[in-house]
């Protein structure tokens, strides 16, 4: 009987490490999948959050120069949502350690636009794009000169107060 005990003990045992070493078989093989999914996932370059900083720079242009308060906050907001999705998802960019830099424009903005002072916002939008350019140069990406938008990036959008 003992010998019988001592045998459906060692019986067990193997069949439980058999079982664990299947388990993590499987996990692996889950694990390597999804790495393999998400070396081969998009994301967005550095130049494709830039583009949308500019339109949304552009954006916000007129909507503080019409007065459109709401609309000049949410610009703003977009603004540093892709700041911050840019120190998220470019990290090996040596250019994103120049990106501080803005913050204090950006702030100086979102002052004007709180206290809904038309002067006020022109200069701060003045200081951030010329913060922009300053960026643009450190980073030795001087060719790229950003303006005060002269005409709106979109025409199917209005930008005029609603709520004059």
Request: hydrophobic share 35%; proline share 5%.
């Amino acid at each position: 009987m003992r010998y019988f005990s001592l045998m459906l003990f060692v019986f067990c045992q193997f069949s439980c490490n058999q079982q664990q070493e299947n388990e993590r078989i499987v996990l692996q093989n889950q694990i390597d999948s999804l790495r393999s999914r998400l070396d081969s996932s998009y994301t967005p370059g550095l130049g494709e959050f830039m583009s949308s900083i500019q339109v949304h720079h552009a954006k916000l242009w007129f909507a503080g120069k019409n007065s459109n308060w709401d609309l000049a906050d949410f610009e703003m907001g977009e603004i540093r949502e892709t700041i911050a999705d840019i120190n998220k998802y470019c990290t090996n960019r040596p250019e994103i350690t120049s990106l501080p830099m803005i913050e204090p424009s950006l702030d100086s903005l979102t002052t004007a636009i709180t206290r809904k002072n038309i002067e006020s916002f022109k200069n701060s939008f003045t200081l951030l794009t010329n913060t922009c350019n300053s960026c643009h140069k450190v980073t030795k990406h001087s060719f790229n000169v950003i303006k005060i938008p002269d005409i709106p990036p979109v025409t199917n959008q209005v930008f005029e107060n609603p709520n004059p």
